[in-house]
């Protein structure tokens, strides 16, 4: 069965930082690429950032472009999102999620359940 | 940035109605539109890609159609468990969501 784990959200301060993690499970992990998307309160979902599933393609929403880093580690099955310079306007449930095939642009066949970041001071 | 206008916003219906939902692309996305089915507390769930095909375990209920800047899902006859917030999804540059639209109980 096929699982996305997010963990790593919680409530950071305007200007701090945060490292988002997505434990995969259940399938083949380098053999597809990865999102990371985002739903603010009352908002609907933003694409943020992907990367392919051996890092050569990576891709970034103009609104975190400079300030978020996405990673990947094949060989733990992981998926990373570095959050630097948070805003308010950050504040959101993030998901991963697979895309369904392995080219640079496909649908998401599987996400997690979230995990909530929540900027505030 | 390619933005994708969803009509209605809300729709109410009832359980056997046949119910059609808009996508609008602001430019040519081709046939790259996906849609999904949100419940609340649940993770979103790909019903559809490339417009029309079905995705795997997906109810024949649901369908969709269109190309170029204008698309739909339908479903046929509305199941209670179909109640669900609907989202379309362009992959044509990057990816865009609409707004969404919810469909509750009449």
């Known amino acids: 069965e096929v699982q996305l784990v997010e963990s790593g959200g919680g409530l950071v301060k305007p200007g701090g930082s945060l490292r988002l993690s997505c434990a995969a499970s259940?399938?083949?992990?380098?053999?597809?690429?990865m999102s990371w998307v985002r739903q603010a309160p009352g908002k609907g979902l933003e694409w943020v950032s992907f990367?392919?599933?051996?890092?050569?393609?990576?891709y970034y929403a103009d609104s975190v472009k400079g300030r978020f880093t996405i990673s990947r580690d094949n060989a733990k099955n992981s998926l990373y999102l570095q959050m630097n310079s948070l805003r308010a306007e950050d504040t959101a449930v993030y998901y991963c999620?697979?895309?369904?095939?392995?080219?640079?642009?496909?649908?998401?066949?599987?996400w997690g359940q979230g995990t909530m970041v929540t900027v505030s001071s | 940035d390619i933005q994708m206008t969803q009509s209605p916003s809300t729709l109410s219906a009832s359980v056997g109605d046949r119910v059609t939902i808009t996508c609008r692309a602001s430019?040519?996305?081709?046939?790259?539109l996906a849609w999904y089915q949100r419940k609340p507390g649940k993770a979103p769930k790909l019903l559809i890609y490339?417009?029309?095909s079905l995705e795997s375990g997906v109810p024949s209920r649901f369908s969709g159609s269109g190309s170029g800047t204008e698309f739909t899902l339908t479903i046929s006859s509305l199941q209670p468990d179909d109640f669900a917030t609907y989202y379309c999804?362009?992959?044509?540059?990057?990816?865009?969501f609409g707004q969404g639209t919810k469909v509750e109980i009449k």
């Open positions: 999620a697979r895309g369904r095939q392995p080219t640079d642009s496909d649908a998401f066949d599987f």
């Open positions: 259940g399938f083949t992990f380098s053999s597809y690429t």
């Open positions: 990367i392919s599933n051996h890092n050569k393609y990576i």
């Open positions: 430019q040519s996305i081709s046939t790259w």
């Open positions: 490339k417009t029309s």
């Open positions: 999804q362009q992959y044509s540059s990057y990816w865009t």
